[in-house]
């Protein structure tokens, strides 16, 4: 048995059983906040209207997809080249909840780019780069999904992981190097933030929240990922829940 | 090399391949990369692309000028540099106005006229409320339409 099965996971499920509710809790707090300022309690912005409060439910979002992905990436790393297993459930666990903070970036950026720019998308290379991260994303879950032997599938994810890392610096960038329908970054730069105070407030409440709603939904995920493996072993059936077996 | 130097050079490997193939395959398509020529670009060209193209820049103060029956819009789209006349045939944005960013997609018509088959605002990365936009302007501190198109 390895040092997966027994040491770290329980060490693991001693510190996040605790704190798994009180973080959602407190995610839910922070997103329910961040909802009322952004979208009730923010002025209108002076040329989109009330269009703005978009932004408050995108922008973050959109952080949180690259930031999902430099975790997925830093997880692989440590779980490939120290064999550590918690680290390759934790970029596992992770992978799920980035794709859909993408989709979330990509669905709400839809929504106001029709009334803004008026289109709902544009093949520029912001767009773009976020749309092969999502399917990044989903490549990344398909070869786990696809490979019975989890320490095989691992291996594999991290090197598709890795590889995949490239995006996000092209995504950060994407809008200073190239020509691009999608404005450049408004806090993230280097003389500092292009977007007023009244309006930033909000949208740092809302990042926090998304970040902590990562980290409620990371550790919910996890502890799942490592009771069903030790269920599997329970069962004697190593790589597969005893439930899902098929006869091939 | 021990097992785990070996695979932190395996990892650091196809990190750095897969950039250097993202990175040449980037450089080689250069400008197709970018969504859209900006008025300098045309200008540098020497002759006007033929296909359909897309511009991007400024719309100039006092280039808007409706026909008669209102059924088409001219207006110039410049930065810095240069600047290029374009007509349209359609509903403007929202947020199409005298000196903001805007991208035409069409093709030359012979006249030397862009002739648009569609126009995207393009916002640019300021926010504030009315107020604090007003009280900019009043300050003489008004930055409107920096860097886009450049």
């Known amino acids: 048995m390895s040092v997966f099965d027994f040491a770290n996971p329980e060490r693991f499920e001693r510190l996040a059983r605790p704190i798994a509710v009180p973080t959602g809790a407190l995610a839910a707090v922070l997103i329910g906040a961040g909802l009322y300022y952004g979208l009730f309690n923010s002025p209108p912005d002076y040329k989109q209207g009330e269009t703005v409060r978009i932004m408050y439910v995108h922008v973050p979002a959109a952080w949180m997809a690259l930031a999902c992905y430099t975790a997925l990436a830093a997880a692989s790393a440590v779980g490939f080249i120290w064999k550590h297993p918690l680290a390759d459930v934790a970029a596992r666990a992770t992978a799920p909840i980035g794709a859909v903070f993408t989709a979330v970036a990509i669905v709400t950026g839809s929504l106001w780019g029709r009334p803004m720019w008026g289109t709902w998308w544009a093949w520029d290379a912001r767009l773009t780069s976020v749309l092969i991260l999502f399917f990044l994303y989903l490549g990344y879950m398909a070869v786990w999904a696809a490979i019975e032997d989890k320490a095989r599938a691992a291996r594999l994810a991290a090197i598709v992981a890795i590889a995949g890392f490239i995006n996000v610096p092209i995504i950060k960038f994407s809008v200073d190097w190239w020509n691009s329908l999608h404005q450049p970054a408004s806090v993230f730069r280097a003389d500092g933030p292009t977007i007023d105070g009244s309006m930033l407030a909000p949208l740092l409440l809302m990042a926090l929240g998304y970040t902590v709603l990562f980290i409620a939904l990371l550790l919910a995920s996890m502890r799942n990922e490592i009771a069903a493996r030790r269920l599997m072993r329970l069962e004697g059936a190593p790589g597969r829940p005893v439930s899902t077996v098929r006869k091939e | ?150």
């Open chain 2, 1 to 150: 090399m021990t097992r785990k130097q070996q695979r932190t050079a395996l990892i650091g490997a196809v990190f750095t391949v897969a950039a250097l193939a993202v990175g040449l395959t980037l450089t080689a398509l250069g400008r197709s990369v970018a969504y859209f020529y900006s008025p300098s670009d045309l200008a540098a060209l020497a002759a006007p692309p033929s296909g359909t193209i897309r511009l991007g820049g400024l719309v100039e103060p006092g280039s808007i000028l409706y026909t008669d029956d209102k059924a088409e819009v001219r207006f110039v789209v410049r930065d810095e540099i240069a600047s290029t006349p374009v007509v349209y045939a359609g509903i403007l944005p929202d947020l199409f106005s005298e000196g903001e960013g805007v991208v035409v997609e069409g093709r030359f018509g012979p006249d030397g006229r862009l002739r648009a088959a569609q126009v995207l605002a393009k916002h640019d990365e300021n926010y504030m409320p009315r107020e604090v936009a007003e009280a900019l302007k009043k300050q003489g501190r008004w930055k409107e339409g920096e860097r886009v198109g450049e």
